[in-house]
C-alpha cells in the first residue's frame, strides 16, 4: 500500500497526458475539464488516489486507474496508436499510460461525458461504463470520494 497521491500534482499530471495526447495523436480529442473530473474520481474510488496499485485479493486489476489486463489489451487493440507498445503491468508504476487507458475506455463508451459539475451525472456515467453495474463500487463511496479528495480543493 503506498500513500495517496498528491491532488494538485495529478490534477497536472491528469491534464498534461490528455493534453499532449490531444498534439501527438489530434485523431480523438481526449482533454476536456469534463473529462479531468472523470479520471480524478475514478483515481479516488479505484485507488484512493494511488493507495492500492493492485486489486487487493489477488484480483487482476492494475494501477492508480485499477483497470484489468483483458481491458487494456482491449483497448490497445482499439487505440494501438496510443497504447501500442505498452502492457497492462506497466500501468502499476506509469501513472500517465494509467491515465491515458482510463480516458480511452471513457472515450470508447456510448455518450458524451457528463459535466464536471454534475457529480451525479458522473457518477452514473462511471458506474454504467467504468466499474459497471455488477462492480463494488457504490454511489455513497463515489459521493465520499469526490467530496473528500475534489471538494476540498
Known amino acids: 500500500m503506498s500513500a495517496p497521491m498528491d491532488r494538485t500534482a495529478l490534477t497536472k499530471l491528469i491534464k498534461d497526458t490528455l493534453q499532449d495526447a490531444d498534439v501527438r495523436r489530434p485523431e480523438h480529442i481526449l482533454y476536456s475539464e469534463d473529462a ?3 479520471i480524478l474520481c475514478t483515481i479516488a474510488i479505484e485507488s484512493g488516489f494511488g493507495e492500492e496499485r493492485q486489486q487487493r485479493g489477488h484480483g487482476p486489476a492494475l494501477g492508480i486507474v485499477q483497470m484489468e489486463p483483458a481491458t487494456f489489451d482491449w483497448l490497445k487493440a482499439k487505440y494501438p496508436r496510443y497504447l501500442g507498445g505498452h502492457t497492462a503491468p506497466e500501468m502499476i508504476h506509469d501513472d500517465a499510460l494509467a491515465i491515458l487507458a482510463c480516458r480511452l475506455r471513457y472515450h470508447a ?44 480543493a
Open 36 to 38: 479531468v473530473v472523470l
Open 109 to 152: 463508451s456510448p455518450g458524451a461525458l457528463p459535466d464536471a459539475s454534475d457529480i451525479e451525472g458522473q457518477w452514473l456515467y462511471y458506474k454504467r461504463n467504468y466499474n459497471s453495474m455488477l462492480g463494488a463500487a457504490t454511489r455513497e463511496s463515489f459521493m465520499a470520494a469526490h467530496k473528500r479528495f475534489l471538494e476540498a
